[in-house]
């Protein structure tokens, strides 16, 4: 069974930078589509950033574009969020994804958060003004 476990999360001032890491157990992540989602109290988990199982195709939010960027590196199982430039709007629980559907090969659809059939447990990211 797949399991992904994120970390990298934690305390950073407006400005400065984290990166997460969402290491993924299995034989099948390679062949997956990776994502980040972040979610605050009240409010949906949205999509942050995608990369499909062919690394050079990405997508990412409007608000994260040209901070993070998103990679992946099969042979250690992992998929990684740099976060630069990070504004307290950025403070989240980020969580890493994946997927397996057709559908998930778009840029188009890449956001879609019921297309992922796996989630990790999430981790803090808070950036203070």
């Known amino acids: 069974q797949v399991q992904l476990d994120e970390s990298g999360g934690g305390l950073v001032q407006a400005g400065g930078s984290l990166r997460l890491s969402c290491a993924a157990s299995g034989s099948t992540f390679s062949y997956a589509t990776m994502s980040w989602f972040r979610q605050v109290p009240g409010k949906e988990r949205e999509f942050v950033a995608a990369?499909?199982?062919?690394?050079?195709?990405?997508a990412y939010a409007d608000s994260v574009k040209g901070r993070f960027t998103i990679s992946r590196d099969n042979t250690k199982n992992t998929v990684y969020l740099q976060m630069n430039s990070l504004k307290p709007e950025d403070s989240a629980v980020y969580y890493c994804a994946a997927g397996w559907r057709g559908s998930l090969s778009s840029t188009q659809t890449m956001g879609d958060r019921g297309a992922y059939d796996l989630w990790g447990q999430g981790t803090q990211v808070t950036v203070s003004s």
């Open positions: 990369i499909s199982w062919r690394p050079s195709i990405t």
